[in-house]
């Protein structure tokens, strides 16, 4: 699998992930590779957001969740005990399935995290709320009504509201759980224009159900599957990775029987 010398963002090294005594994804290993679109796919309750959550430490908001293995950015564990998992969430960023701006204005919305970071001068944060929602493509759709609140906006514009919010803290890996999947054909187009373009200055992990859309947006796929063993209320289930590769190479010449049986359609 050669990957042209591209330099990594992320390392995850057999990673169990579990919820309580639940295991939910066994020894997933593989690296985010930097200015890349990674994508997730596989079926449902395989743990492709489990995986993307454990990458920022959002897995840690749950009760009884834990990681065991590694996940290494700029060669550091992110689960040592010496890492604070705010500043891990502050550079690498999350977009989630449901746009979820923040029942303030578009210009607070963006506002929020750099303050939080104690930027204070009105200068400074307009120019971080003007660029943020230029890479976002929404500047000129709001940039007159910054006032407005961001619960106004439609489906899509909110979700590049979402987007505009965290580029605007300077991350530099963005993860986004499926954030396509609640919203229409067009939103959809923009969006992944969207990731196309934040791409040359962001690494990017996406969760996504649609098949067609890894192919379109993305570098890199993993493809997730789910392992059974036991029966019926003794059955045990849990997430492994199948396979990972080149977009192009896993949809056209997949490695394991079970990919090709995926994306043709014939299980999952």
């Known amino acids: 699998m050669s990957q042209n010398g591209a330099s990594k963002s992320i390392e995850i090294k057999n990673i169990d992930i579990y919820y309580g005594p639940k295991l939910a994804v066994k020894d997933v290993s593989l690296p985010i590779y930097t200015n890349k679109i990674t994508a997730f796919i596989g079926p449902s309750g395989c743990g492709k957001s489990t995986v993307l959550r454990s990458i920022n430490r959002m897995n840690d908001l749950i009760p009884g969740a834990r990681v065991e293995g590694e996940i290494l950015y700029k060669g550091e564990n992110l689960y040592a005990s010496n890492i604070d998992p705010v ?28 303050r939080l970071l104690g930027v204070t001068k009105k200068s400074v944060l307009d120019e971080i709320v003007e660029l943020s929602l230029k890479q976002a493509f929404i500047w000129d759709e709001v940039k007159g009504d910054l006032k407005k609140s961001g619960l106004a906006l439609s489906g899509g514009q909110q979700q590049r509201l979402c987007i505009a919010r965290t580029l605007a803290v300077e991350p530099e890996i963005i993860l986004m759980d499926e954030p396509c999947s609640a919203l229409d054909p067009i939103a959809t187009q923009r969006i992944e224009e969207l990731m196309r373009e934040l791409v040359h200055n962001y690494t990017i992990v996406i969760v996504t159900h649609n098949m067609q859309q890894a192919t379109r ?36 010449q997949p490695e394991q029987s079970e990919t090709a049986d995926y994306i043709s359609g014939r299980f999952g």
């Open 87 to 114: 500043e891990v969430r502050r550079r690498i960023g999350m977009v989630f399935q449901k746009p979820n701006p923040f029942p303030k204005s578009i210009y607070d919305n963006v506002a929020y995290g750099p």
């Open 217 to 252: 947006v993305s570098d890199y796929t993993a493809f997730y599957s789910i392992r059974k063993e036991g029966t019926d209320a003794q059955e045990k289930r849990w997430g492994v990775l199948v396979e990972y590769n080149q977009t192009q190479k896993l949809f056209e």
